[in-house]
């Protein structure tokens, strides 16, 4: 990650890592300033927050002292003490910060046992607000390829999901080449610091006097209309006295690239275009600005396109050599034209940026039986291969990247179609050996079909770079079954993948941010990694993008030439997401700023649901059910997805759970009449719930898993009813053979649901390993978690859909939940409870979760006829241990205790 410190940041550290930063035991670590480490170019005010560490029993903070000092030392802010046992949520209050500025940080906590500890000294910097910004858009002159809108999305939606071998179709033909801006200029005098700001409609790569300055695809994923985000790089070392050049290549990205199930292109716009202002502070106090305008030239260059879906080809015969060094002669290229768009959506950062979090040695490059060349990298990643090929001029290589072979080693071409191929190319300009890692793409992948290789090409010619939003890794999980190590790595896997620039249904066929798949996911999201700024932005676009009359979009950010709809259990993420980001972090301001949005959503669907039951509009039901019941054939079951079996259910469940979920959200906020009105309709729902759809023998309309499954979650029935409720829901798992059979968005309940009344069967579903279940993708040797339960046959030689969907990874909540135990008892976890559930088939569970607090270590074991545990937990937080002979209350710290089960 590109960090940037001023030279004070740097002298202040190297000092304080001379003194003791803690006294004794006593440890601060993973500060943050609005839940990022060292953020650069932020524009909301700072929000301090680090994490707390300890030996001692019963340790808590009493309270904290920040200091705050700006890049020439001069402190602008100091908190005083401030007693507190919280280490996070702490909001600047000293005086203005100034924009473009970096700044330094450091926190002292003092705990109860008379000791304090302090961090290093920690950078921070300022965006430039949108009135500051004189730069100009520069767009080249030439008009870009026509793109079809479609009058008729449905029909394109079909045609997509039709399958079968791509259409033969050249892309050149209908990719537009990336785009090439210059310019020099010259600085007379001394630099002191120089700061570059940029953003493109499109994404890019800036160049200063050679050197590529920018974050991996910036500006990355926002609902452009509304909301662009702009970077700061500090290119203070980058500048010198004399001819400097600036560079950047523009590509489509999101922003006019493919898009959508349907991959339609220019959806933001129809031409793309750079903004970028550098400010130079000369030593003599003086600064000028640099910023893009009329004098910058273009042309076209190397790649040939571009495109997040389709991939990329460089020729590299096409580069101009030279052309981002001083001195380059570009008087054949073309004057720019510039442009005026509303600066007042240009944003600062909100969340980490994409980057390469991991590089991999690829497994084996080998000649499948078909004779194919193929790369194995030996796990399904997101991300891009890099390079070095050696060979002619006019010679080109071709990457095709792909997700499984079969039983013997053939590449299956699972993603085909149209703009679908995630194929990169290079072209040699001369003899020789060439790097080559794709710039402006991303492609999810296990295996890659290369075609063009010279004789001698070998697996270390190849290096596979890793992409994702850089958050911090917060939990891990084992135990003594290592298929359920197996399977935590791979939902770790998919959950990365799959976060990059926004949260995303897949990383390859549709790249979308499927509002329901992360409202599944989210409760093991959080366990994993630390999202709460990368999913706090999302909601940034969320806001934006809800319809006057309160409808909230299945796909986020909209793609406005994508047919997109509302959908219970999609559009209920406004609430259900915000919601476990407080749960998990503890800080209601993410309830406060979704609140409005949180109303005006229930007020939507109350319009819909004039009898408290949602029965009106379009439903994705209980989404990707594995089987349709026999009895259910050809009655509804739209393309298998059981879309239309009980969907009026699902909807007012999901209606239900939204309400529960708004009492509590009011009643955090201090709402009480809210409160009141959302318990009342909660109850309402519930009445006319049990009334319409649930029968006197406690049967639904569809007999299906997911329908009891959602019943019981949301509390839609009466005490009379449960228990045939339940044995309706065994009735339909036996009629599966004990498998289960649920869909999107009954499956993050259904082992929950089981355990409070049949925990055998709750085991007997989490250690199914034949499909549909987790276990059965683990024994198939899976890396990621798949978007069908049932994608590859026992006899591996054949795969569909994606294998690369974390929506069913949501099981990850309940092993951390339920198998480890390690729940939260306040938000945040100022309480935890630990509650295992001591499932047969698990000798010991361990695992650890960083929390808003600090750490916490858990491990239990059975030990003959009881259980031994150890936990360790940080300061300021005090634990529940539920045993059979009743809680145990523990001060934070390390203990081992031992109880008879
Ligand atoms: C996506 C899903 C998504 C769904 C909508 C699919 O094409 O891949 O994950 O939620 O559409 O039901």
């Given at each position: 990650m590109k960090k940037e410190r001023s030279l004070l940041a740097v002298a202040i550290l190297l000092l304080s890592t001379l003194l003791p930063s803690a006294a004794g035991s006593y440890r601060v670590y993973s500060p943050k300033v609005n839940d990022m480490t060292e953020p650069t170019g932020i524009e909301e005010s700072p929000v301090f927050s680090w994490r707390l560490s300890s030996d001692a029993e019963g340790c808590s903070q009493t309270s904290y002292e920040i200091t705050v000092r700006d890049s020439d030392g001069k402190e602008v802010w100091s908190s005083g003490k401030v007693s507190s046992s919280r280490p996070f949520g702490v909001r600047y209050q000293g005086s203005p910060l100034a924009d473009n500025r970096q700044y330094c940080w450091k926190v002292t906590s003092y705990d109860n046992h008379g000791q304090s500890a302090t961090s290093d000294w920690n950078t921070f910097s300022t965006g430039l607000s949108s009135e500051k910004w004189t730069a100009q858009w520069i767009e080249i002159t030439e008009d870009r390829k026509k793109v079809e809108h479609s009058d008729n999305p449905m029909a394109a939606v079909f045609a997509s999901m039709g399958g079968g071998p791509a259409k033969p179709y050249v892309p050149e033909d209908e990719l537009d080449r990336c785009q090439y801006f210059r310019k020099e200029f010259n600085l007379g005098k001394k630099i002191k610091r120089a700061t570059a700001f940029a953003t493109a409609h499109g994404v890019y790569n800036l160049y200063i006097n050679g050197e590529c300055v920018s974050e991996i695809l910036a500006p990355g994923f926002t609902t452009y209309p509304h909301y662009l985000e702009y970077q700061r790089y500090d290119i203070t070392r980058n500048l010198k006295q004399g001819a400097n050049v600036i560079g950047a290549i523009v590509a489509d990205g999101w922003w006019s690239g493919k898009l959508g199930v349907t991959a339609v292109g220019n959806q933001y716009g129809d031409s793309n275009g750079l903004l970028c202002q550098i400010i130079v502070e000369f030593e003599d106090g003086t600064t000028q600005t640099i910023q893009t305008d009329g004098d910058f030239r273009w042309s076209y260059g190397a790649y040939v396109y571009a495109d997040i879906y389709e991939g990329e080809s460089f020729d590299a015969s096409l580069e101009p050599k030279g052309w981002k060094e001083v001195g380059f002669d570009d008087s054949s290229w073309k004057s720019v034209k510039t442009a005026s768009y509303d600066n007042s959506i240009l944003k600062g950062r909100l969340a980490p940026p994409v980057d390469i979090v991991r590089t991999i040695v690829p497994k084996r490059l080998y000649v499948s039986e078909n004779g194919q060349t193929v790369l194995d990298v030996g796990e399904n990643i997101v991300g891009r291969v890099a390079s070095t090929l050696t060979g002619e001029k006019g010679q080109r290589v071709t990457f095709c990247h792909q997700e499984e072979a079969d039983s013997k080693g053939n590449v299956l071409v699972?993603?085909?179609?149209k703009h679908k191929e995630q194929i990169t190319k290079f072209t040699f300009a001369e003899d020789g050996t060439f790097t080559y890692t794709p710039q402006f793409t991303f492609m999810g992948f296990r295996y890659v079909i290369i075609d063009g290789l010279s004789e001698g090409a070998s697996v270390d010619d190849f290096k596979v770079e890793v992409l994702n939003t850089d958050m911090d890794i917060t939990g891990g999980f084992s135990t003594s079954d290592k298929r359920f190590d197996r399977l935590q790595e791979n939902i770790l896997r998919s959950q990365s993948g799959n976060m990059l620039s926004i949260p995303t249904d897949c990383p390859h066929r549709e790249k979308a941010g499927w509002t329901g798949d992360m409202q599944i996911y989210a409760p093991t999201a959080t366990y994993n990694m630390d999202v709460k700024a990368f999913l706090a932005k999302w909601l940034t676009s969320m806001r934006y993008d809800q319809r006057e009359d309160g409808s909230i979009l299945d796909v986020i950010p909209r793609m406005p030439y994508i047919n997109q709809t509302c959908a219970a259990g999609w559009s209920d993420a406004c609430v259900i997401v915000p919601w476990r980001l407080y749960e998990e972090y503890g800080d209601p301001s993410v309830l406060e700023e979704n609140y409005q949005m949180m109303t005006k959503w229930m007020d939507y669907v109350s319009s819909q649901a004039p009898n408290y039951l949602w029965e009106n509009g379009f439903q994705y039901g209980d989404w990707s059910l594995p089987k349709t019941p026999d009895r259910y054939r050809g009655n509804g079951g739209f393309m298998g997805f059981g879309m239309d079996l009980g969907n009026k259910c699902v909807a007012t469940a999901m209606y239900a759970y939204s309400a529960s979920l708004m009492s509590k959200i009011a009643s955090v906020l201090g709402r009480s009449e809210d409160k009141d009105k959302y318990d009342t309709l909660l109850d309402n729902i519930r009445k006319a719930y049990i009334e319409n759809y649930l029968r006197e023998d406690g049967r639904l309309e569809f007999d299906m898993q997911g329908l009891y499954t959602l019943t019981l979650a949301m509390g839609l029935t009466d005490d009379r009813r449960r228990p045939a409720v339940q044995d309706h829901l065994l009735e339909c798992i036996h009629e599966m053979g004990d498998h289960l059979n649920t869909g999107f968005l009954s499956t993050p309940f259904l082992l929950d649901v089981l355990l409070s009344f049949d925990k055998e069967m709750a085991r007997t579903i989490l250690f199914d390993d034949d499909a549909p279940s987790w276990l059965y993708e683990v024994k198939m040797g899976a890396t990621t978690m798949w978007e069908n339960w049932m994608a590859i046959p026992e006899d591996h030689n054949s795969a569909r859909a994606s294998m690369n969907h974390f929506a069913y990874g949501c099981v990850g909540d309940f092993l951390y939940r339920e198998i480890l135990g390690l729940q939260k008892g306040a938000p945040g976890y100022e309480t935890i409870i630990v509650d295992p559930c001591f499932m047969e088939g698990f000798d010991f569970v361990e695992g650890w979760h960083e929390t808003p607090y600090g750490r916490i270590e858990l491990r239990w074991e059975k030990t003959g006829d009881g259980i031994r545990m150890d936990i360790l937990t940080p300061p300021s937080t005090n634990t529940i241990v539920r045993t059979p002979s009743g809680d145990k209350i523990l001060d934070s710290g390390k203990h081992c205790i031992s109880f008879a089960l």
């Open positions: 699972t993603l085909n179609g």
